[in-house]
């Protein structure tokens, strides 16, 4: 069985740098010489063969599971050659990671199966689409994740390899439940989700299933590491993120004006530039780059649906300013989107930043779901940006996300997501509403425990916009809702105005997530600060101490320490 282990190998070794197509097709083949080979050379049954030295192991890895007898079984159903090799939970989580990637390539099938059904409306194709994009997205994601875990624990810290790790298993399960997100707008799609949730679903268990294992192994090798190394302060605090000094001095902010950036292309709606269309722009960006690529964007309103796709890493848009360069579309879901496909701009790559460009969707408050900025980029940034629309605003889609000093203004669930995403210094501002419509500041996504993702609002003013402020009474707005069962949220040391309702919270459906939800707030100021009134809920608190308050810090939340420096955009670490 070595050559098959070794096309295997190679298969999984060029995935990350093929196309989704590419990567299916030599999925397929290698399963056929899997399968001629075994034919070959006469193996009966797998589990004839099994070796069951290593199930101890196994059953003690997958015993901090939440599916503790899948994790069990399906690692378990592995050939002997492989299992022999099962000598640690490191070895037990590559092996659930390569099982639940096979899974992904099934599921790839099942979805170009279903597009050549006949009578799909618009938004169905589009749907579907959208989870080829996500599997890509999420082989990607499990690729990456085992060559981390080969390189586990000598080639970053400790808590580098933990936070990275979470990242991109958290976000392999975001992708599972944006798919079938895209099948919930009428009671039709509802056909199509219903043939797609058991294989997403499955891949979401087993990436629930590697995450609490990963997590319980860095947990307790960063913690054998700080028991050694107590009498050194020093480090304890760099490897959190929270050595860096808390801004950047006026000199290093006069770095960031445009003037003192040459970009790499021009965008200039009047022909003026290198190219008239974002799009054309980015298009030409090289791909996989390690260097900053500056797209300069001259003033002008650029009508156009613009994508930064995860093969186009560290492109940077910097405007002439967020009132003159404005980016707008107006996709949106009454007219046959996804709330996915809706977003006027779509940044995957990692590396993505953007200054002084207001992104804007003019769909209006009476076509439901409609985005201005969906972000899935890791290790992405915002500075002096403008996020403008009505229901779901900004898209904080998954992985790690920065926003300082921007705007974001939308009516329901106007943050939402599943990212780990902190926004500083930043103005939240609620619209009116359609009659009969309640604001929610934020939904945030999270489905388990263990992933790494929240929203957090920290040193921000959250208020009404001039439309909304002599009709508050009129239009009840809340800090956010559960959108899935674990939704995370802190809001921090913010300005809160009048325009939130005393109860501060609302619920998604009656009681769901109430209990296993995470909201909290922590040294807010202003007439809709109080807590005395909030919800009564067993997953909202008032976090009181401040040392736990900085573990929602960009520091720690998003190991902030290691990257926001590189960015050039200001920036707190801390509290």
């Known amino acids: 069985m070595s050559r098959i282990k070794e096309i295997l190998a190679n298969f999984s070794g060029s995935a990350k740098h093929i196309s989704s197509n590419k990567k299916i ?69 590559v092996l659930s990671l390569n099982i639940t990637t096979t899974a992904v390539e099934h599921n790839y099938f099942n979805i170009k199966k279903l597009l050549t059904r006949k009578g799909l409306t618009v938004r169905e194709k589009t749907a579907l689409h959208d989870c080829l994009e996500t599997i890509d997205e999420t082989l990607d994601e499990l690729h990456e994740a085992v060559e981390d875990l080969h390189e586990y624990p000598k080639k970053k810290s400790l808590v580098q390899h933990a936070d990275d790790l979470k990242t991109l298993i958290s976000a392999a399960m975001t992708n599972q439940e944006t798919c079938l997100d895209g099948f919930s707008y009428e009671e039709a799609d509802k ?21 609490a294992m990963i997590k319980n192994l860095t947990d307790t090798d960063i913690a054998n590491e700080m028991t050694r190394k107590t009498s050194n302060r020093k480090l304890k605090e760099d490897e959190n993120g929270i050595a860096w000094p808390e801004w950047l001095s006026t000199g290093d902010r006069r770095l960031l004006q445009s003037s003192s950036v040459t970009p790499d292309v021009v965008v200039a709606v009047d022909g003026s530039g290198d190219f008239k269309t974002v799009s054309e722009a980015v298009a030409k960006a090289p791909e996989k780059s ?8 001259k003033a002008g309103v650029y009508k156009e649906n613009v994508d930064i796709p995860k093969k186009k890493t560290n492109i940077m848009f ?19 989107s996804t709330t996915f496909h809706s977003a006027t701009v779509a940044a995957v790559g990692a590396g993505f930043l953007a200054r002084d460009i207001t992104f804007e969707n003019t769909a209006g408050p009476s076509k439901h779901q409609a985005v201005a900025l969906r972000v899935g980029s890791d290790l992405s940034a915002f500075y002096q940006c403008d996020m403008l629309a009505y229901q779901d605003t900004l898209y904080a889609h998954s992985n790690r996300q920065f926003y300082i000093n921007c705007i974001v203004a939308g009516t329901v669930d106007f943050i939402f997501g599943n990212a ?54 009129n239009f009840p707005t809340y800090l956010g809702r559960p959108w899935k069962e674990y939704s995370r949220t802190v809001i921090m040391q913010s300005t809160i105005s009048n325009v939130i309702h005393p109860v501060g919270w609302h619920e998604w459906s009656g009681s769901f997530a109430l209990k296993t939800l995470f909201y909290a707030e922590y040294e807010n100021t202003g007439a809709g600060a109080l807590t005395s009134g909030r919800a009564n809920w067993e997953g909202y608190r008032v ?24 960015t050039g955009f200001p920036f707190s670490l801390g509290l």
């Not at 390690?290 to 964007?297: A, E, H, T």
């Not at 976090?543 to 590189?566: K, V, Y």
């Open 290 to 297: 390690s260097k900053r690529y500056i797209i300069r964007i």
């Open 191 to 211: 056909k199509i989700r219903q043939a797609l949730i058991d294989g997403e679903r499955y891949v979401e268990k087993m990436c629930s299933n590697a995450l």
């Open 543 to 566: 976090i009181t101490s401040a040392t736990e308050a900085q573990d929602f810090t960009p520091g720690r939340f998003l190991g902030g320490g290691g990257w926001l420096s590189s």
């Open 420 to 473: 780990a995403a902190v926004f500083q210094d930043c103005d939240i501002h609620a619209r009116k509403p359609n009659s009969g419509q309640k604001n929610m500041v934020t939904a945030q996504g999270r489905t388990d425990p263990n992933q790494n993702t929240g929203i957090v609002i920290q040193k921000c003013r959250i208020g009404a916009t001039s439309d909304l402020q002599p009709v508050i009474s």
């Open 25 to 93: 097709f030599l999925a397929v083949f290698a399963s056929l010489v899997i399968v001629t080979a075994i034919i070959g050379i006469g193996v009966s049954s797998l589990n004839d063969e099994h070796d069951t030295s290593h199930h101890p192991i196994v059953k003690s890895a997958c015993s901090v599971t939440f599916y503790p007898e899948l994790c069990f079984s399906e690692v378990a159903k592995v050939p002997a050659g492989t299992a022999k090799k099962v000598r640690s939970q490191k070895d037990v989580i």
């Open 318 to 336: 910097i405007g002439d300013g967020r009132t003159r360069t404005i980016i707008t579309g107006s996709r949106n879901v009454v007219d046959g």
